[in-house]
């Protein structure tokens, strides 16, 4: 009898796969996502969703991943996106060892003391101690200033813009996050000297543009361009810029990226100077960078508990094709045909016509993945000249007539603009303004970021860090004082002194 109703099933499924599928999906499968993205379980959801959709594999060292090519492959388009616009300011490409002898780091005490806590030593060869121990670079500043030193004699040196495609070291912290908070990570760092301090100025302020414009537009992450407070800015800069994101469901920020004016900070320092026309001088520089903890904000941005969502700019894939019901000839050509001219029109393009697995499981696995557009053809399709698309960012289902691909760019670009809409309206949502440090409180308690008149003085920050921290509650500190027009009313006073207000705030608990 048991053996009589599997056959049934089986034929079932075989006339109507899109009804397994149903089934398959109704009910929680060890292969889809069981964590909510709702509720405190947000970090579980996102271990488990880099895992599943095969971004991410851990590795033996706590803090260490494996990139795996799916997550490499959204890597390397932010970095080609992010090279060109770079290479067309001028900016060149380099590399510098990874390792840093002690002596070089230590030179500049105030950077070294920002870092200090991270930094990875090297210490044997072998069975042998090294004589010096040698540092894992956290970042580049002390390795490549004095050589910045050799190679600039004169104005006609200058400009000079480097930049380079590294993996970092930075080993101190506690719970680690994929990302987010890792003990290695990719990124572009820009080194950059310059005779005036106001090209200087200009050309960090043009690089957090860029940071701005990718997260936007190749990600749709809406992100707060601001400047870092004295206590938040980077060791040994004059000034920090950064673009913030944020992810309500955690009622926590993410610096995404940053650009600093060194001033001439480092150049005194390093004795990097410049014969100009009124005598010598020493050079102005900037450093800026952004990592593979940009991949973290979008996936928290976008991700829902089916898996993956991601923006067609960024996907690897941006169309799958899968062939449904019973292997047919003529199915199958016809997926073919669709997918090389999908391929022609520049659309990342995947035919899966894999006989090994059951269309229901293929929908599973690329919507886990996030591919923005799924297209699926059987003889029913066939025969009325359609196509039954899926759209991952809303999961809606409709046909669509075969003449109406021609249209795939467009559907692309009408996507990308719809999940950057619904993300934006996501962060303005959880903005509120604070006037008193109880209204402040109660919003951060909320998962909400607070916009606050604030006096920007070091001891208030400190000590809003202490009034701010309730229980296991991370503390909350100022995320970035924005480029927007201030606006703020004469006598306004700060929020947790009542001192003068100089401008208005963001503050929240972050990463």
């Known amino acids: 009898l048991l053996k009589g109703w599997i056959l049934m099933l089986r034929s079932i499924l075989r006339k109507n796969p899109r009804r397994g599928y149903r089934k398959y999906s109704q ?35 706590q803090g260490c991943y494996i990139l795996r090519p799916w997550g490499f492959a959204i890597w390397e388009h932010i970095q080609k996106h992010i090279d060109g616009i770079i290479k067309d300011m001028g900016v060149q490409n380099t590399y510098f060892p990874l390792f840093i002898p002690k002596d070089k780091l230590e030179t500049e005490e105030t950077h070294l003391e920002g870092f200090s806590p ?10 042998n101690d090294l004589h010096t121990p040698i ?24 400009p000079m813009k480097l930049n380079q495609w590294v993996n970092v070291v930075r080993w101190e912290f506690d719970h680690p996050l ?5 003990r290695e990570f990719l990124w572009q760092e820009g080194h950059t000297a310059f ?25 749709a992450v809406p992100t707060i361009k601001g400047y870092k407070s004295n206590m938040e800015r980077f060791a040994g800069a004059v000034s920090t810029t950064t673009v913030e994101a944020y992810i309500p469901e955690i009622g926590r920020a993410i610096q995404a990226g940053t650009s600093h004016h060194l001033g001439q900070n480092f150049s005194k320092i390093f004795n990097i100077s410049f014969e100009g026309k009124d005598g010598s001088s020493y050079v102005y520089q900037n450093s800026w960078g952004l990592s593979t903890r940009s991949l973290g904000v979008m996936i928290m941005c976008h991700g829902d508990d089916k898996g993956l969502v991601l ?3 960024i996907a690897p894939i941006q169309v799958v094709i899968i062939p449904v019901g019973k292997k047919d000839p003529e199915v199958d050509e016809k997926c073919k045909n669709i997918a090389t001219a999908l391929k022609q029109e520049g659309i990342r393009t995947k035919l899966d016509d ?10 599973n696995h690329w919507e886990l993945k996030g591919v923005p557009i799924r297209l699926d053809i059987g003889k029913r399709e066939l025969k009325n000249n359609q196509v039954s698309v899926f759209t991952r960012f809303d999961c809606k289902k409709y046909t669509m007539h075969l003449d109406e691909l021609k ?67 991370r503390v909350s500190k100022s995320l970035c004082i924005p480029m927007e027009e201030q606006n703020i009313p004469d006598g306004t006073k700060c929020f947790a002194c009542d001192e003068k207000a100089k401008g208005w705030t963001y503050f929240g608990r972050s990463f």
């Not at 894999?354 to 929908?363: L, S």
């Open 27 to 61: 009910k929680k499968h060890l292969l889809g996502i069981q964590q909510s993205k709702e509720g405190e379980n947000i970090t579980n959801w996102y271990r488990e969703v880099l895992q599943k959709a095969e971004i991410i594999e851990y590795y033996d060292v």
């Open 118 to 127: 991270e930094v990875a030593w090297v210490t044997k060869a072998g069975k």
């Open 135 to 158: 540092a894992i670079r956290p970042t580049s500043e002390t390795s490549m200033y004095p050589y910045f030193k050799k190679w600039i004699r004169s104005h006609r040196d200058l």
């Open 178 to 182: 994929p990302f987010i908070r890792s």
């Open 195 to 219: 005779s005036n301090e106001k090209d200087a100025i200009q050309e960090m302020l043009d690089i957090l543009n860029v940071y701005h414009s990718t997260y936007e537009k190749e990600m």
């Open 311 to 313: 923006p067609p700019k």
């Open 354 to 363: 894999d006989d090994h697995n059951t269309p229901g499981f293929k929908f």
């Open 407 to 473: 249209n795939m760019h467009k559907m692309l670009g009408n996507i990308q603009e719809a999940m950057l809409d619904k993300a934006t309206e996501k962060l303005s949502t959880s903005i509120f303004e604070a006037r008193d440090f109880d209204k402040f409180m109660e919003g951060i308690n909320n998962k909400q970021m607070a916009k606050v008149p604030w006096c920007q003085t070091d001891v208030c920050e400190s000590n809003i860090k202490l009034m701010s921290k309730a229980g296991d509650k």
